[in-house]
């Protein structure tokens, strides 16, 4: 049944003045080729592409699928993609997977993230209060919302003040697609070591923070120092660019809907929900969540056979209007915005969730309540990230 489908290239180039839509190819692939073959590597893999939210969520959902992406054919973005150590538990399997997800879970449950709630607020205040004292036009990104996540990721972990701005300087450099590789190896390695001594330091002394739990399971031999300081790195690594991309498009879609802000202050409820709708549309995972099939898996009228690889469109799969209404339109109210799947589905769902969604909760609201004047600086253009695999502005030039 493979071999009858057509072969597919895929563009992530979305629509000349429609930068908040995903490329207009996802609907005709859902309408006419929902499972298909999509060409990689030059034409050297053809893994299976899903496009439909019902499918991405029974492919995701499946336990005949992986995410080890050291498994040969496995469809990473890049074909030379080297093995990742097991603390960057997103592209391990279980057990090692479990074990990692496991030591983490009680860290973004609700008690836990409240408890970052303060500091997230008063570092977003800082941070709009640092961009206001220049006197603007600013670059919104680099002033608020690039360092807000990595400076709440360093509270999250217990990264000591004084040395924040080591660990925030090293973070932008690490996921700056413009710095030279070198840059970002260095930028790696100094995390890394810095890193492994903070995990050091808290076994000897532990405190009330991820760290020093982390720290407790190295004694406990569940895993290593170098295992505990990787999982540290790869929650910068998922929570920082992530969430900062959230913060720019969501403020940038806010900006062309001028009619909806209301529903930001309508309630608590109406909030959360304006939140879920905006991770729908705006679905910044844009090259798609990566499996390999380990047994034979169907999906729709496709065989997906054991060996294959599949990439999942999630901003397509959030745009399917087999789900939700008039799914291209931003409707802040919508009823069922929470089935999205911007965070995945499945074993792998985004652990952070809870802690993006409260950082999202406090800084849309509050930009606007403080700025209600927001605007992009006329005559200048916002630029993209089209091809990192967290899509946002890695410019935003505004005015206020
Ligand atoms: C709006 C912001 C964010 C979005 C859209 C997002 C999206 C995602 C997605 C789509 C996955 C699934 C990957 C897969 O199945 O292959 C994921 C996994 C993950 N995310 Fe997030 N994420 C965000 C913020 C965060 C934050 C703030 C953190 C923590 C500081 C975080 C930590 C993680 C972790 C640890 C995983 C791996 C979970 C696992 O494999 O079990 N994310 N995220």
């Known amino acids: 049944m493979s071999d009858t489908h057509t072969t597919h290239v895929l563009s992530l180039s979305r629509a000349e003045g429609a930068p908040l839509d995903p490329p207009p190819q996802y609907a005709r692939l859902r309408a006419e080729a929902p499972i298909s073959r999509i060409s990689v590597w030059g034409g050297r893999a053809t893994p299976w592409l899903v496009t439909r939210w019902e499918d991405a969520r029974t492919v995701l959902a499946s336990p005949g699928v992986s995410s080890q992406s050291s498994r040969p054919g496995f469809p990473t973005a890049r074909e030379e993609a080297a093995a990742l150590p097991p603390g960057y538990f997103f592209g391990q399997d279980d057990p090692v997977h479990d074990t990692f997800r496991r030591a983490l879970t009680r860290e973004f449950m609700v008690r836990r993230i409240e408890a970052l709630r303060e500091p997230t607020t008063r570092i977003f205040a800082e941070l709009l209060d640092g961009m ?145 709708e905006l991770l729908r549309y705006l679905t910044i995972a844009h090259t798609g969540l990566t499996r390999m099939a380990l047994e034979d898996i169907t999906v729709g009228d496709v065989t997906i056979r054991a060996g294959e690889g599949v990439i999942i469109l999630l901003n397509s799969a959030n745009r399917d209007a087999d789900v939700f209404d008039d799914a291209d339109t931003l409707d802040l109210a919508r009823a069922n915005a929470r089935q999205h799947v911007a965070f995945g589905y499945g074993i792998h769902q985004c652990l952070g969730q809870p802690l993006a969604r409260m950082e999202l909760q406090i800084v849309l609201p509050e930009v606007f309540r403080r700025l209600p004047n927001l605007r992009i600086e006329p005559g200048r253009d916002v630029a993209f990230k089209q091809t990192s695999a967290a899509y946002g502005p890695s410019f935003m030039p505004v005015t206020w």
């Open 132 to 276: 206001l004292a220049g006197g603007g036009p600013a670059d919104f990104v680099e002033a608020v919302a690039l360092p807000l996540p990595s400076l709440v990721i360093c509270e999250l972990l217990g990264v000591p003040y004084a040395e924040h701005e080591f660990f925030q300087s090293h973070s932008k450099v690490l996921i700056d697609t413009a710095a030279a590789a070198e840059e970002r190896i260095a930028a790696h390695e100094a995390l890394g070591a810095y890193l492994r001594q903070l995990v050091e330091d808290r076994r000897r002394q532990p405190a009330d923070d991820l760290v020093s739990r982390l720290g407790a399971h190295v004694e406990a031999g569940t895993f290593s120092v170098r295992d505990a300081a990787d999982v540290g790195a790869f929650l910068l690594f998922a929570g920082h660019e992530t969430t900062a991309n959230m913060i720019g498009l969501g403020v940038l879609a806010l900006l062309a809907h001028p009619d909806q802000l209301p529903r930001l202050y309508a309630g608590k409820a109406e909030l959360a929900n304006a939140v879920e």
